[in-house]
């Protein structure tokens, strides 16, 4: 028996289990006598009937889109009597009944306790199952009430609901080896609908003289049954048709319902194993007296039909890929649609019909798998698959692949050859190396450039408020080679930062460093961008040509996105010359810039040199005042920290300003560094020199700082510089960045940190890991969580055995020297544990930790543990931080013998 209802309709199908039996009293037409059919009311007036499988198949196929174009405004009431169709399709059929339930989404009388009741203990008289395949529509939702009675009626009938979206070959496959189902016949063995995180297992016994189990479930889980002889028959879930439904940044996974038929199960104790995360559903039916011997023979039917497969329960049925009424069958074109067939999906594919059956073709890059269709072929795995160089680097994608020339070498990457442009200098400074297939040439980018020509680039053209931005947006995300800014007078771009939303962008792009002369040749340079960062965000290198003709050419790269464009100024004017209040704007040589005033007056020379030093827990910043280093006859552009080439730029604001900035930590631009165990104190020198002939430099002085920072574990963190110190940075619901730092120590005090370029421990050493957080304040309400944090043997956490050390920020309670000093509680994390040695031959371990922020005014931040629950962290919040390798050095334990 067959029972479809629509809520909004309240029509129905039913099939009837031979010919003596009445039709329901709503009905206005029964089968044919003597036949097996499915009879089908739409909206209580029409009534149509079909005498095989298939085709009730395909008015369920067909009834989505029929109702999407003809019921529209149906859809616009959602609220639709659903139990009330249900508990009617309950009464006028048989007993053990399949109930198919569509529906759009909401029901008004999902509360009507009494009617609720009357549809549970008619479930219990009929032991008929229930399907609700739910069609996804933006109008109709279901929420969490209404959800319940449904996944509790499906549960209760060994059904299930079902959501609707692009897999119909799947569901259609499954449908039509349920419906197959033969009449009261059915053994009820298990029902499972219940959330699952990792593994499941269950068990349950299957009774004597059953021909069949049909076991149904959903794809996204991996599933095995082990019956009594030992025996694994795995389902495993389906690798190719996950559907993902993306919605405001949230991925929604959907199952769909898959069946499958064991035949001859073995009696006894069976075991379920189940793997995956969400809401795990399986249904177990067994079936007995499939075959009624001496109703038919196969002699009795066409030639493409047979009684005795499952489902035909004593009668002529058309086997798989015909359809008709046993007496006759005709072939099925499986190709007219993808609810038939797997051939073209993904569009990988095309379907061939043939007579009972089809086949598939798969497109260049994919392979057919029978349960899967057209998959895509890792062409990468094998050289044999791909056309690659064989030093090129071979990189898979979906339907094809792509080849690329390693560092070094030039080519398409179907064939590469060493690019002599890399190797040494093999042209003169005045020259740019282009290679090309089988050679190399130095060309002059003074004869070989692209001229741009444009207005706005200008840094007089600024961004205002009544400004349309449409129109005012530019961006240079497709700018790469050799250009000359060239208007109505050769421009350059500027030296000194540009306020943001100048140049006709959001992002302006200057120039850190003087333009050189012809003699230089060509130089590098950094660009540099004005965002929240600071004046050189996203710094990157150009290079710079002065011509003879007294114009630059630049080497641009692309910017890091859209949102960057190049400023210019004008080499022969002060039109959009912004100087600082201590300067003016002249033209020397024809070429402007800013120069600083004549009347600025000197002081004392002590005072005057003393720079302004600020001492940032990231970065100290050093700025003297440009117009009176230049004032007492020193030259700007060669003053320099410890290590040369930490030189200052330019900042103009209240007045011109030389600017360095550097890290306070031992090695950062020649600094140097001392720990007392209370203070850490960071020094350098900057170096101020007189003005020379470009050759030589006399009579540099030295004006030395510091800062003096209080030892702990924030600042030994933020001043090391090394590979065993690594930040992240997060950025919480768009409210602020956060950095995470995170490092290894050499004491339990957690102050002084690695620093070698090699770490080499014993197995009897400690290590002490420790995490903070910078950038929050002191009112913020986040803390830090360390979540989970596990070692492996090489940098790759899937290749190799893996050790856990935390879990759900709870510590692996077997290992007793783990300890967990702080976490979850404050912006630090601590924890630390003997050294160990992977099995099988490592020497070296890769420390890896998922940490992130979370806030404790809507959040339980620490751990309860054994792990009851889990700090409430936004994945967007979340990073993951690696710190390796760790080198292991040969322990040896010698036993003295007496």
């Not at 300067?583 to 024809?590: A, D, L, T, Y």
């Not at 005033?597 to 003393?610: H, P, R, V, W």
């Amino acid at each position: 028996m067959l029972v479809c209802i629509e809520p909004y309709s309240s029509s129905f199908a039913r099939k009837v289990s031979d010919s003596t039996t009445s039709p329901p009293p709503d009905s206005t037409t029964s089968p044919p006598p003597g036949t097996d059919g499915y009879h089908c009311t739409q909206r209580e007036t029409n009534e149509t009937i079909t005498n095989d499988i298939s085709g009730f198949l395909q008015s369920i196929r067909g009834n989505y889109w029929d109702d999407y174009y003809n019921s529209y405004y149906h859809l616009l009431n959602c609220n639709q009597s659903l139990l009330y169709g249900l508990k009617r399709a309950l009464e006028i059929s048989p007993a053990e009944s399949i109930i198919w339930v569509y529906t759009f989404g909401s029901m008004t009388d999902y509360n009507d306790t009494q009617l609720l009741s009357d549809v549970h203990t008619l479930l219990e008289e009929k032991k008929s199952q229930v399907y609700f395949l739910l069609y996804p529509w933006w109008y109709c939702t279901l929420n969490d009430s209404q959800r319940d009675v449904l996944n509790d009626i499906s549960s209760l009938s060994y059904g299930e609901v079902i959501p609707l979206y692009y897999n119909y070959y799947t569901l259609s496959h499954s449908l039509a080896l349920l419906l197959s189902k033969p009449l009261n016949s059915s053994v009820r063995i298990l029902n499972i609908n219940k959330n699952v995180t990792d593994n499941y297992t269950d068990t349950f016994n299957v009774p004597t003289s059953l021909s069949y189990l049909l076991i149904t479930g959903d794809e996204t889980f991996s599933i095995n049954f082990t019956d009594p002889n030992g025996n694994t028959l795995p389902f495993k879930k389906n690798p190719y048709y996950y559907y993902y439904y993306y919605y405001y940044y949230y991925y929604y996974e959907y199952a769909y319902l898959s069946s499958h038929l064991v035949k001859s199960p073995a009696a006894g104790s069976w075991i379920l194993n189940a793997q995956g995360n969400k809401s795990l559903s399986v249904q177990i039916l067994g079936f007995t007296g499939l075959d009624k011997p001496d109703t038919c023979s196969d002699s009795d039917c066409h030639p493409n039909a047979t009684c005795s497969e499952f489902g035909g329960y004593g009668e002529c049925t058309c086997k798989e890929g015909f359809a008709g009424d046993g007496s006759s069958c005709n072939d099925i074109y499986e190709c007219q649609d993808f609810y038939t067939n797997n051939c073209n999906y993904y569009g990988n594919g095309y379907c061939v019909n043939t007579i009972g059956s089809y086949t598939c073709n798969c497109y260049s890059g994919y392979d057919y798998k029978e349960d899967f269709g057209c998959v895509d072929i890792d062409e990468c795995a094998d050289s044999s698959l791909n056309d690659c160089d064989p030093v090129a680097i071979c990189t898979n994608h979906y339907g094809s692949y792509t080849c690329t020339c390693p560092q070094g070498y030039y080519g398409d990457g179907y064939h590469c050859e060493i690019n002599e442009c890399l190797q040494g200098t093999p042209c003169g400074s005045n020259e740019e190396c282009v290679k090309y297939i089988g050679s190399y040439s130095c060309i002059d980018p003074c004869s070989s450039n692209t001229i741009l020509n444009d207005p706005w680039r200008s840094t007089s053209n600024t961004y205002g408020y009544w400004d349309y931005w449409y129109y005012w947006y530019h961006c240079d995300n497709g700018l790469s080679g050799w250009y000359r800014f060239k208007g109505e007078y050769d421009q350059k771009i500027p030296e000194h930062c540009i306020p943001q939303y100048s140049c006709g962008t959001a992002i302006p792009i200057w120039m850190n460093g003087s333009h050189p002369t012809v003699s230089d040749g060509i130089v590098n340079r950094t660009a540099c961008s004005n965002w929240y960062d600071g004046c050189c965000t996203y710094p990157y290198n150009i290079s710079v040509k002065m011509c003879p003709g007294g114009f630059y050419v630049y080497k641009l790269q692309r910017p890091p996105s859209c949102n960057f464009a190049y400023c210019t100024e004008s080499n022969y004017s002060c039109s959009g010359v912004d100087c600082a209040p201590d300067e003016e704007c002249r033209i020397v040589g024809g070429v402007s810039g800013c120069y600083c005033k004549s009347g600025i007056q000197l002081g004392n020379l002590e005072d005057d040199l003393k720079p302004q030093v600020t001492c940032g827990l990231e970065n100290i910043e050093v700025r003297f005042s440009k117009c009176l280093v230049e004032k007492w006859g020193y030259n700007t552009s060669s003053i320099h920290l410890r290590d040369y080439s930490c030189q200052g730029i330019i900042e103009r604001s209240d007045k011109s300003y030389i600017t360095f900035i550097t890290r306070p930590a031992d090695g950062s631009c020649g600094g140097s560094s001392w720990n007392n165990g209370s203070v850490i104190r960071y020094t350098n020198t900057v170096y101020l020199a007189s003005y020379s002939d470009g050759v030589i430099i006399r009579d540099e002085i030295p004006i030395d700082f510091h800062c003096d920072y209080p030892s702990d574990m924030e600042i030994n963190l933020l001043t090391a510089i090394s590979s065993y110190v690594v930040s992240v940075t997060i950025n919480v619901a768009g409210t602020a960045n956060f950095t995470i730092t995170m490092g290894l120590f050499q004491d339990s005090g957690y102050t002084t940190p690695y620093t070698d370029s090699k770490v080499w421990l014993s197995s009897s050493s400690i290590l002490y890991v420790g995490v903070i957080v910078t950038g929050a304040t002191g009112s913020s309400p986040f803390v830090l969580v360390m979540k989970n944090c596990y070692a492996t043997p090489t940098a790759d956490s899937f290749y190799g055995p893996r050790y856990d050390i935390l879990t759900n920020q709870c510590p692996n309670k077997n290992d007793p020297t783990l300890s967990v000093a702080e976490n979850g509680v404050s912006l630090k994390g601590r924890f630390s544990l003997q050294v160990f040695k992977f099995l099988g031959g490592f020497d070296k371990i890769y420390l890896h930790c998922q940490v992130g922020l979370c806030d404790t005014s809507n959040s339980y931040c620490a751990a309860t543990c054994p792990a009851m629950r889990s700090a409430l962290i936004d994945n967007n919040n979340v990073n993951n931080i690696i710190i390796g390798p760790i080198y292991q050095k040969e322990s040896v334990f010698r036993i003295p013998v007496s």
